[in-house]
């Protein structure tokens, strides 16, 4: 059977590879190594010493969790199982952290229990379905270009500054369609950033009435479509040229958008409840909670162009399960088959 699971797992990613190498890297007790196959739980870093740049790494669900790599300038991808994925005792690919010091790199569908470093000036860079930590600058704040941050959990657990450090100078950056977290010991969820896009997230916070402020220095951004729950819409340091449009605020110390220094405010919706159908305050997600608006709330379809603000509004909508390649769900066959006869295998999965 986990010959069957391997082979399959192979095909589906092979499938779309288009001249990629793809190695596997699998730390679940008792896995079998082979070719581009790499086991134990420094098995990401094993199978980074063999890629280069392009290749792509699938990091298995398993119950150990892999040691924290570092990419070494090889613009690689890796894929994990998804943060929530959608099969009886889903296993997560877990991996204690990264030093991602690389161009051109993706990450997908891992759940990182400690920080995720981009440590200096990178671009090209997508990190998309996963559950993450934080996400800072080893080096202090490089520019960062072209960098998109989508359908992640962000729970903003480091010892103080940002849940999310950008860099100055930063260009072409995209944060969409995330549930940010913002809490004490942060002091704010986005610093350093300029002339990136910001739309369609929740920045939530620990409690009603929050005074956490979710930018710092955040200059000539467009931030549209999101969501501030609890977090207060404002800035600290050099908070400039902002053009906030059609996000909603509540239940913050102060809901007010700024409309100084630069800052304007179109089609805001301040003191309102979303109503969502069912997210607490607090300092994590589970996955019992519902972030769909009800019906009626103030939220729905007053986005920019008509779009529902928040995670689900948007061209990336938020997807629960956190998972970018088929999850093989079920596989069904017999315990015995008469040898040259043919063995009939049922395989259920689902797709994104």
């Known amino acids: 059977m986990k010959q069957i699971f391997r082979t399959l797992m192979v095909m589906l990613l092979a499938a779309p590879s288009f001249g990629q190498t793809i190695f596997i890297a699998n730390s679940a007790p008792g896995a079998i190594g082979g070719t581009n196959v790499f086991t134990g739980s420094n098995s990401i870093n094993l199978a980074l010493s063999a890629a280069v740049t392009g290749d792509i790494i699938y990091v298995v669900p398993s119950s150990v969790t892999y040691s924290a790599p570092s990419l070494n300038g090889k613009g690689v991808t890796l894929i994990g199982g998804g943060f929530n994925p959608d099969k009886p005792a889903a296993a997560r690919s877990l991996v204690s952290g990264i030093y991602a010091n690389a161009n051109g790199f993706r990450l997908s569908g891992i759940e990182f229990t400690t920080d995720l470093n981009i440590p200096g000036i990178f671009s090209n860079i997508m990190i998309d379905k996963c559950r993450i930590k934080s996400i800072i600058d080893g080096s202090g704040g490089s520019a960062k270009g072209n960098l998109v941050i989508q359908n992640c959990i962000i729970e903003g657990a480091q010892s103080g500054g940002s ?157 629960v399960y956190g998972t970018s390649l088929p999850i093989v769900q079920t596989i069904t066959a017999p315990n015995t088959v008469t040898q040259g006869t043919n063995m009939d295998v049922r395989v259920q999965g689902k797709g994104n």
Do not use: H, W
């Not at 072409?172 to 004490?184: D, E, F, K, M, Q």
């Open 163 to 319: 849940g999310i450090l950008i860099g100055s100078g930063s260009t072409g950056v995209r944060l969409s369609n995330n549930i940010i977290y913002g809490y004490s010991p942060s002091s704010q969820i986005i610093s350093r950033l300029n002339g990136g896009t910001i739309e369609n997230n929740i920045f939530i916070g620990s409690a009603s009435g929050g005074s956490l402020p979710a930018f710092r220095d955040v200059t000539n951004c467009d931030i549209k479509n999101n969501i501030f729950y609890a977090i207060r819409p404002a800035g600290l340091g050099t908070y400039t040229g902002n053009v906030q449009r059609n996000n909603l605020s509540y239940d913050a110390s102060d809901n007010t958008f700024s409309t100084i220094d630069g800052n304007t405010s179109v089609s805001n919706i301040e003191g309102q409840d979303p109503l969502f159908t069912n997210l607490p305050y607090g300092t994590s997600l589970s996955f019992t909670y519902d972030a769909t608006l009800q019906a009626g709330s103030p939220a729905a379809g007053t986005g920019v162009a008509g779009t529902d603000m928040g995670i689900f509004g948007g061209l990336d909508p938020y997807d």
